[in-house]
Every structure is written in structure tokens, then in C-alpha cells.
């Protein structure tokens, strides 16, 4: 019986921030309002934990998918501080239509060290997997939609994380 091939976003990017913050800027709330425009969250940094993040219903349609915004939603299944989690079981409940999922996401972090002109500073390697198993148009499109969101997403977060805006770190929430 022949697999179906895996299909989803995969995305990586240095950012000058320890991966403790990269990776709380996942899960506060205020930080993703700011740089991922979420309006609400649950977002639980430890095994077993709720990611459960909704956006606005987009103004614009989308010929497949709908509108853009929603829910999207996981459980934690593991969590590393200063080094990554993994959300399975996730799904994208879009403003209307069927949900999409389900899906794993994951984000990891590694340092690295980058060479300047003044010298060498450690950076973290931020990498972001999105993951399906399905290849149906409307599943293709998702993948595509997000596959431009992300980067400017991650992009964002690099600055606001860079710019001295980002102070929430992962002590926070034990």
C-alpha cells in the first residue's frame, strides 16, 4: 500500500535572544497578541498542556478555505525548556467550514555561534515544523496559505524578540 507522502511548512531562522525567551514568546499571551496577532490563548508550556490559540475572522476570503483566523488547537506532548516542544493532535478550526488536522507541530531551538566584526555572539537557531498527512486541494492550499504566513510571522518575532520588546522568559510560568 503506498504512503502518503508528508506535506507542511518547515522554516528556520537565527534570532539574537536566548531560546528561553524564543521559545516563551510561544506561550505568553501577550507575545503572541504582538507578534502572531493572536486575540486569545491557552498556551501551557508542559506535557499534557492546552495550545490553543484564535485569531479574527479575516475580512478577505479565501477561494478554498474560507475565511482566514479561527482556532487552532493541540495538546503538548513534549516539552524541553531552552530546547523546543512538540504539539500533536493538533487541528485548524477555520471561521467556517470543516476543520483541518489532524496535524503536529514543532518547534525547536539550538544555539549557534555567528561571526561579526566585533567579534563572535551567540544566537538561537529557531527551526518550526508543520506537519499533515493529507494532499487533498483544500489540505494543499492550507499548506500554501501558511507557507507565506509563517515567515512573516517568524520575522516579526525575530524583531520583536531582538528589539528589546520581548522580556517574558519560561521561569515565568513554574
Known sequence: ???????????????DAPPGKVLAAFFDARALAEWWEVETSVATPRVLGAYALQWPSSEETDDLLGPLGGIFHGTVIDFQPDRGFFVG?????????????????????????????????????????QRGLDDSPRWLRYYEVIGTGWPKALETLKAYLEHGRGVWDLRDYK
Do not use: K, N, Q
Request: with cysteine.
Open 1 to 15: 500500500m503506498p504512503r502518503r507522502r508528508e506535506i507542511g511548512f518547515d522554516h528556520s531562522l537565527r534570532i
Open 89 to 129: 493532535d493538533c487541528y485548524w478550526l477555520p471561521p467556517e467550514g470543516d476543520p483541518v488536522g489532524p496535524m503536529a507541530f514543532e518547534v525547536t531551538c539550538s544555539t549557534a555561534d555567528t561571526s561579526t566584526r566585533t567579534g563572535t555572539v551567540r544566537t538561537t537557531l529557531l527551526r518550526v515544523v
